[in-house]
């Protein structure tokens, strides 16, 4: 894992907001640090390494938790 | 950005990439990473990634080694250790790794010879066997084989 990427998991949950932002509008790979930082995984099985649906559940999740504008 | 301005910029990472040993074959998409890309999977992202979010056989123990790497192409039918010689009548796949044995990158091998990679988060291109040789995806430790399909 990149040394960066890694800096960003340890900055922790103040970060979150800022990561599922970047998910929406860039389509970011961060599945493992959102995992990584929430300890919460709203992928199903199935949808594992399926992007479109992975960044579907995740964004759900952020709402869901209110971390994300509508 | 013309595919010599990406080659010029992706140099510190591929330093014998040049436009005489690749060439592009299609745009950055992000639903599939370079190992899926190997086993002609653009529908995934294929990682053993301990946080369980990329696909990864069920089968397979889920660890960044070069044997859960074989295992998983083996699936696949790739089942035979092989070189990189063109073999009618025979797919490869060749798995990159660091120095430390880790696997980085996976490319398949096409019906010329050459071998087709998706860089990272990049575009996919297709290219000469040692072009992607370097400190990013370190070398080929693995080439597997199986019959045509």
């Keep these: ?70 | 950005m013309t595919f010599q301005d990406f080659v010029r910029k992706v140099q510190p990472q591929f330093p014998q990439l040049t436009v005489a040993n690749s060439r592009p074959t299609s745009p950055y998409v992000e639903g599939y990473n370079c190992i899926a890309w190997a086993a002609n999977d653009t529908d995934h992202w294929w990682w053993p990634d301990p946080q369980n979010q990329s696909f990864w056989p069920a089968e397979i123990r889920r660890e960044v080694t070069l044997d859960a790497f074989v295992q998983a192409y083996g699936l696949k039918g790739y089942l035979e250790r092989s070189d990189a010689t063109l073999e009618p009548g025979k797919q490869k796949i060749a798995i990159y790794a660091a120095s430390d044995g880790r696997p980085t990158h996976a490319a398949r091998q096409l019906t010329d010879g050459w071998w087709a990679s998706k860089l990272g988060q990049q575009i996919d291109i297709e290219h000469e066997f040692s072009a992607l040789d370097g400190p990013t995806y370190g070398r080929a430790v693995e080439i597997l084989a199986r019959p045509a399909r």
């Design chain 1, 1 to 70: 894992m990149h040394p960066a990427y890694q800096a960003i998991i340890g900055m922790g949950a103040e970060v979150l907001p800022m990561i599922l932002d970047d998910l929406r509008h860039n389509s970011g790979h961060w599945y493992w640090a959102l995992k990584a930082i929430s300890n919460e995984d709203p992928v199903v099985p199935r949808d594992r390494g399926s992007i479109k649906k992975m960044k579907s559940a995740w964004l759900e999740w952020g709402h869901t938790k209110g971390l994300l504008r509508a």
